[in-house]
Nanobody, 126 residues
């Protein structure tokens, strides 16, 4: 079992920055691929970014490339999402998710993630 707790959301003006954190319980954090997803009101949950178990590979949705950066600290059981140049369309509830990884494959599909946090709200005012 892995428990995930997100933090760092808030209200920010367009063009601003936020840094989200996701703290994971358990001693096997490095066994999990980690991802961030988001869900805006009235829309389906969508993939934002994922990072491999070691942190050596990252994958971004086109909509956030060049603006968002994911990183992880396996010693601290934490994954981060640095969000810069925020836009109004980035407004959403952001979820951290964990995918148990044996093969090293990184999935971008939300239904392949095993554990989810409760989400942290990001609101960008234009």
């Amino acid at each position: 079992q892995v428990q995930l707790v997100e933090s760092g959301g808030g209200l920010v003006q367009a063009g601003g920055s936020l840094r989200l954190s996701c703290a994971a319980s358990g001693r096997t954090f490095s066994s999990y691929v980690m991802g961030w997803f988001r869900q805006a009101p009235g829309k389906e949950r969508e993939f934002v970014v994922a990072i491999s178990r070691s942190g050596g590979r990252t994958y971004y949705a086109d909509s956030v490339k060049g603006r968002f950066t994911i990183s992880r600290d396996n010693a601290e059981n934490t994954v981060y999402l640095q969000m810069n140049s925020l836009k109004a369309e980035d407004t959403a509830l952001y979820y951290c998710a964990a995918q148990y990884g044996i093969t090293g494959r990184v999935s971008l599909k939300l239904d392949e993630y095993d554990y989810w946090g409760q989400g942290t709200q990001v609101t960008v005012s234009s």
